[in-house]
Structure formats: structure tokens, C-alpha cells
């Protein structure tokens, strides 16, 4: 049973206390939902398998040159507030 003990152990780690209401369209909610049962299914999850037309176009996507994008260059420039010197 340590299945049920780790179930157990990461319902107490969870614990909903916190709430949110939100106004939402029902096409909205549908992508909510979608998302959070992704997340489920992503999290368990440990190999994630393509098929020979999905690996080329992730491949494809990854061979591409990265964007310009000069707001993030500017803020990569900025010191890290995280880091004393």
C-alpha cells in the first residue's frame, strides 16, 4: 500500500484553502478544465513519445533561429537583483 501513503502524504501537502471566482465564457472554462487535467496527465508522466512526424516537426522547430526580441535583450543586460557582488 505505499501508493495509497504517498496519495495520503501529497493530499496533506495540497491542501485547498485558498479560493478564486472568476467570470468566465464557457469556451474559457472548457480551456480551464482542459488545462488542468493536462497538467495531471504531464505530471505523471516521466517518457513522452512522438511519432516520426511529430519528432521532425519538433526538430524543425527547434532548428530554428531564435527571434530578435529587444525588449529581452534589455532586460538580460539589467543586473540580477538576485546576485550581491
Known sequence: MPY????????????????IE??????????????????????DRTDFVLSPEAAGAWDAINERPAR???GLRLLMQRPSPFVTE
Open 22 to 43: 472568476v467570470r468566465a465564457t464557457p469556451e474559457d472554462r472548457a480551456l480551464i478544465d482542459r488545462a488542468a487535467a493536462a497538467r495531471q496527465v504531464l505530471a
Open 68 to 70: 530578435d526580441l529587444p
Open 4 to 19: 495509497i501513503g504517498r496519495t495520503m502524504q501529497a493530499d496533506q501537502n495540497r491542501r485547498r484553502n485558498e479560493r
